[in-house]
């Protein structure tokens, strides 16, 4: 019944930004966490960063200092800016959501860095 929705991704150089966005709907109760999880070819899929109903954040050590992830007032969205952007994080980003202690999925969205 939780539908999220991706955006944001596409094509860019090693060293660019990207920022990726998810809006969650169909939710008749709190959503207790949202994150950003990704899976690259022939790997498994692995948490990026996750933020809970308290602002409290989680990000992948590989990410640390480089991704941010935020959400709007509503706690309905979130957001994954990505900077100085990898090769090694081409992959499909995938949305997350945490509601009444079950886990929704979005569709993905491509990311592609070049070197």
């Known amino acids: 019944q939780v539908q999220l929705v991706e955006s944001g991704g596409g094509l860019v150089q090693a060293g660019g930004s990207l920022r990726l966005s998810c809006a969650a709907s169909?939710?008749?109760?709190?959503?207790?966490?949202m994150g950003w999880y990704r899976q690259a070819p022939g790997k498994q899929r692995d948490m990026v960063a996750v933020?809970?109903?308290?602002?409290?954040?989680n990000f992948a050590v590989s990410v640390k200092g480089r991704f941010t992830i935020s959400r709007d007032s509503a706690k309905t969205t979130v957001y994954l800016q990505m900077n100085s952007l990898r090769p090694e994080d081409t992959a499909v980003y995938y949305c997350?959501?945490?509601?009444?202690?079950?886990?929704?999925w979005g569709q993905g969205t491509q990311v592609t860095v070049s070197a």
């Open positions: 933020v809970d109903s308290g602002g409290r954040t």
């Open positions: 169909g939710s008749d109760g709190s959503i207790n966490a």
């Open positions: 997350n959501a945490v509601v009444r202690y079950r886990n929704y």
